[in-house]
């Protein structure tokens, strides 16, 4: 495989912080092996998310600069508008500080008690706010797409024949729309086809259901469209975006992600209904229309990021860093998601760590490993996430896969520190019999991955 060599030359560095074993193995230890509750400059590499971490470009600082901050009306806003709908295409386009605050905004306008909405997969910040007002968000992503070793090109995409069946049985009635979450980041970041989402579509016009986008990672949906769709190789990734957004009546957007910036979002929809209802909303909550909860200079840096993430020599580099670090995973003989996803590679700590049953928390013996031995920083996506005790049985209900998430943040780590990545769990690789478990010793009843404090069992 081609070395993926970055399209792009370093102009300012930011130092790491080295750091010895011992000092990291004493200050895991003092903060409950949460790795939410690490100092951030103690870590060497940092996987915990790929959301507004990216490095932005030396346009999108002179951008900065031109900042506009009038309180209504700021320039910025009408360059930003202008991006979002060539590329978007929604009449309505309402800035916000990050993508829940979008899906708050969604959720209170169009939700009554008791509506359900399905997606492929929800995000949690999504299903959050679903369950926040009165409804039930439920999943129908495709079978394989729960399989982690079953290679399949778009494993995030809709079962159509599940979601049709869904309407059928609840009613259209009550569901006041369907959603696809692209890239399916819940499920390994994996794509949806063009195929499905056409599927989707005319599913749900046939039942008078709009259609949204959970577009986050958008620019590498489209660019996996490119590669692995047939009749999408010749067309740009610019025309691909347009075609997909055109089956949506919305979307709701996490700039943090493929806006290529820090700080940032929006919600785009076609619905005069809801534009009047959104927009009192947001003046409420998040502030006047033309900057949301953003400065004016963070809305010139989201329109010019929007912009860059389309260009192709860049997506073709995110996405072949993404599979060269799992493939250097893979020949080292590290279980992972496959294919590998648009953002980051997802290791299956159930399979890796077979001693380790999942109550003691296989997931997060491997994150702590991951930094105790190396400064590296990355999540568990299983039971410490999900575990939770039945309302009903009153028994635990366990997760299926125990996967830890190495997120891949844009244009901030080259290629090298990706090999290290590797190479450094090779040699965790090596000892992994003697990887121990955790039990929990203080948590909150909700989200409780984010402050639970643990010990490990020795
Ligand atoms: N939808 C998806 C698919 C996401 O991955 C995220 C955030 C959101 C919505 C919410 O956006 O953070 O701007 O409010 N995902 C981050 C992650 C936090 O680490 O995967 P936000």
Redesign the pocket.
Known sequence: MEFPAEPFKIKVVEPLKMSTRKERAELISSVGFNVFNLPADSILIDL?????TSAMSDSQWAGLAQGDESYAGSRNYYNFEKTVREIFGYRYIIPTH????A?NLLFSVILKEGDLIPNNTH?D??RANVEHKGGRAVDFVIEEGLNPSLEHPFKGNMDTQKLEAFIEEQGPERIPLAML?IT???AGGQPVSMENIRETRSICQRYGIPLFF?A??FAENCFFIKERESGYADKSVVEIARELFSYGDGC?M????DGLVNIG?FLGFNSDEWAQKATNLLILIEGFPTYGGLAGRDLEAMSIGFREVLNEDYLRFRISQIRYLGDELDQAGIPIVKPTGGHAVYINAKEFLPHIPQHPFPGQALVVARYREAGIRA?EIGSLMFAHRDPETGEMAYPELELVRL?VPRRVYTSMHMKYVAESMAAICENRDKIKGFRIVQESPYLRHFTAQLEEIV
């Open positions: 915990l998310t790929d959301s507004g990050q993508g829940r605050m899906e995000f910040t999504t979450t399916n980041n819940s959970d986050c990672r709701t996490s700039a943090k992600k979002g999540v997120a």
